[in-house]
Nanobody, 115 residues
Framework: QVQVAESGGGLVQAGGSLRLSCAAS????????VGWYRQAPGKQRELVAA???????NYADSVKGRFTISRDNAKNTVYLQMNSLKPEDTAVYYC?????????WGQGTQVTVST
């Protein structure tokens, strides 16, 4: 079964950094696109960053210049490096992979940014 799983969340002070990992059970070349989403309490899930199979990236305006999405093909992993974190970045972060007609979601990882 094709799966993705997130890790790397935690508690960090404002201004700090975290790196999230999205590990896939198959080669990430199989995915047309991999994205990081987040959902804060009482809010809709929103796209944070995404990377296509050929390396094209896009970011939400709120994270541009602070977050970087990247991929390690040998490890079948997509990363989200988050710097200069703000309390408003607090949310559950989810990895999503487009695999043929399916969209695969991980279980999510909590990121909490304290003041």
């Amino acid at each position: 079964q094709v799966q993705v799983a997130e890790s790397g969340g935690g508690l960090v002070q404002a201004g700090g950094s975290l790196r999230l990992s999205c590990a896939a059970s198959i080669s990430i070349f199989s995915f047309q696109k991999v994205g990081w989403y987040r959902q804060a309490p009482g809010k809709q899930r929103e796209l944070v960053a995404a990377i296509t199979n050929d390396g094209v990236t896009n970011y939400a305006d709120s994270v541009k210049g602070r977050f970087t999405i990247s991929r390690d093909n040998a490890k079948n992993t997509v990363y989200l490096q988050m710097n200069s974190l703000k309390p408003e970045d607090t949310a559950v972060y989810y990895c999503n992979a487009m695999y043929w007609a399916d969209r695969l979601w991980g279980q999510g990882t909590q990121v909490t940014v304290s003041t």
